[in-house]
């Protein structure tokens, strides 16, 4: 009957239909998670129940907000450099297909290896501060950019690629008028696979070491049966990983809005 | 349109090929001969129109003239250099198949490619070719937005704002529906005849060939060579109306008949 109506409509509601239904499971899972510890009286240090993590977290917010800072730190400072060194690689792989052989076995290797196995000697290295939580976080990043950005800095339009050269275009006009705007939707899938990974990094880094961040709040939580508080840095870890995909998903949303998938 | 005529009657030649040949590496490892000693000329202003079977290397020889591949064998001189030396003139236009859209610049800034890539702003050139093209109240829109016939109107403002001395077309219309493609036919005709520059285009198709051209070369299936060259003696300024005229008719019979002669195995 009224048709045309609901489909005016459409925008808001599809917003909501977006929101609405994760929270509504979240909510139900840490509802039946309460209910569940409730009843059956589980013992705190095998399963809290969510109000005791949220309590753990409230009671003590400054231990969770500086060790997430120091993990965060670490992660993106891995990211960064991984994805600068990546696409630059990328860039001159583009380019040349005799560079591009160069690049891809050392790449892969570095891809294949289990990058944990390297922390002893990113320690000797780099020592026990935030130096080889950078490196791993850059080391299991590094991959997925460079290469997206390869395929993407050669998935020009060829046609448009004609109209540049038919202009004498030098590389670097076709670089930063066709090729790098090509490229941006592969460096955006890129980081939504890698910015969860540099945080898995990280804290593989600090479970490693030790020393500081959400791995070691994370053993010295385990270490003293504080379940609580080993949940409370789980859920700040998910947290992180959660903003920093919508963070992504945010900037790639306006810088892409020409392209295909952001009318999906 | 006298105007156009002088500048084809002075016979400076725009293009000049002589006994073009040129092979692909072929996927059995044997090379395939695409060219077989094709000549070719435009004069200046003049409008030349290319069929021929699919494959017969169309494609090939206008990227040889616009300096997209390098020449193997012959000679191309393009406004009296190499391909290149045009190209870095920035005397050369290019419409192929497929638009070409740059799909984060709207309309406007596609038009404008030419002129940024050659740092020569030009804000009132962008202005009247999308008039002319017909697309202005699309300036802001981009290439998404668009209907297909649309985006070719695009991708001929663009090939056309750099004030080029050559436009390179190949299968322009194409994949446009018939109506869209009757419509730009009559729109081409009007710019060229505004523009006064040379055109290199190909087609499959006979009538439009004839409509436009001043000269239809006739190709001959792989490997390709020229049949034959076809005069059109139809007055300027042409229009679809023209397509009734019985000097059309006969000169897009003959050009029939040229495509047709190889098949029964006879050279024309
Ligand atoms: N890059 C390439 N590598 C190998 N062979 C090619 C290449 N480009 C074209 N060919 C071959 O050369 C021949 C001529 O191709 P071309 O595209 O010039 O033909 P065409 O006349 O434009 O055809 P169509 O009318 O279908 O567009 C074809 O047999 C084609 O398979
Ligand atoms: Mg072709």
Known sequence: MNGPAAEFSMPRSSWAAAVLPPVVALTAILALWEVYVRVRDVKDYLLPPPSAVFRALWDDPDRFASAAATSLTAALGGLVLASGIAFGLAVLAAH?????????????????????????LLAIWFGFGIGPKVAIAALITFFP???????GLRSVDPQ?????????????????????????????????????????????????????????????????????????????????????????????????DWHVSAGA | MTSTLDLAADGALTVSVRGVTHRYPGADGRALLALDGVDLDVRAGEFVSIVGPSGCGKSTLLRLVAGLIASQAGG????????????????????????????????????????DVTRTPD??????????????????????????????????????????????MDEPFGALDELSREAMRVELLRIWEQERIAVLFVTHSVAEAVLLSDRVVVMSGRPGRVRAVIDVPLPRPRGEAQESSA??????????????AGDDGGAA
């Open chain 2, 123 to 168: 804000g009132a050139r962008v202005n009247a070719l999308l008039e002319q093209v017909g697309i202005a109240d699309f300036a802001g829109y981009r290439p998404g937005a668009l209907s297909g016939g649309m985006r070719q109107r695009v991708a001929l403002a663009r090939a056309l704002v750099h004030r080029p001395r050559l436009l390179l």
């Open chain 1, 160 to 256: 448009a690629l004609d109209a540049m050269r038919v202009l004498a275009a030098s590389r670097w006009e076709i670089f930063r008028r066709l090729r790098f705007p090509s490229s941006l939707p592969y460096v955006f899938a890129a980081l939504r696979i890698s910015v969860p990974l540099s945080l898995v990094g990280a804290v593989v880094a600090e479970f490693l070491s030790g020393s500081s961040g959400m791995g070691q709040l994370i053993l010295i939580a385990n270490g003293a049966f504080d379940t609580a508080s080993l949940f409370g840095a789980v859920f700040v870890l998910a947290a992180l990983g959660v903003s920093l995909t919508a963070l992504v998903g945010y900037v790639e949303g306006r810088v892409l």
């Open chain 2, 247 to 260: 000097a059309f008719i006969e000169t897009a019979a003959a050009v029939r008949a040229a495509l047709r």
């Open chain 2, 76 to 115: 191309i001189e393009v406004l009296g250099g190499t391909p290149g030396d045009a190209q870095r003139a920035h005397a050369l236009g290019l419409v192929a198949q497929e638009p070409g859209l740059l799909p984060w610049r709207d309309v406007a800034a596609n038009v404008r490619l030419p002129l």
């Open chain 1, 96 to 120: 040349s297909r005799v560079l591009e052989r160069a690049i891809y076995p050392p790449a892969l290797l570095v891809k294949v290896t289990p990058i944990v196995a390297l922390y002893p």
């Open chain 1, 145 to 151: 950019m460079l290469v997206n950005a390869i395929v």
